[in-house]
């Protein structure tokens, strides 16, 4: 599933596109949590410019071993580079955003 609003504009100036990948494990509180934590994290800082995969660990168990997924729930910017990796439930706003580089 993507998820992405190019008509919302975001309060950082960078003109990266933001590629995510966030692992989840099926329909988990902590796994409903994180969800809702990355979507409103990238709504209001990246809106427009980025692209959320959320992949069920359980319904696709080769992605998660071809990603070296190895906690639940993990996020995973592949781009811009460098590549990040960030485990849980995407609480904490302000690691969330240094990892994936945002300015806020």
């Known amino acids: 599933m993507s998820i992405g609003n190019p008509d919302h504009q975001d309060s950082t100036q960078s003109a990266d596109f933001f590629?995510?990948?966030?692992?989840?494990?099926?329909?988990?509180?902590?796994?409903?949590?994180?969800?809702?934590?990355?979507r409103a994290i990238?709504?209001?800082?990246?809106?427009?410019?980025?692209e959320?995969?959320?992949?069920?660990?359980?319904?696709?168990?080769l992605l998660v071993q071809q990603e070296d997924v190895t906690a639940i729930p993990m996020l995973i910017k592949k781009s811009p580079v460098p590549t990040k990796k960030l485990?849980?439930?995407?609480?904490?706003?302000?690691?969330v955003l240094k990892g994936l580089g945002i300015s806020y």
């Open 87 to 95: 485990i849980g439930d995407c609480s904490d706003r302000e690691k």
């Open 19 to 38: 590629s995510l990948r966030l692992f989840i494990a099926g329909a988990s509180p902590v796994s409903a949590r994180a969800i809702v934590n990355i």
């Open 52 to 61: 959320l995969d959320i992949i069920d660990a359980h319904q696709q168990p």
């Open 42 to 50: 990238c709504e209001e800082f990246i809106a427009g410019r980025y």
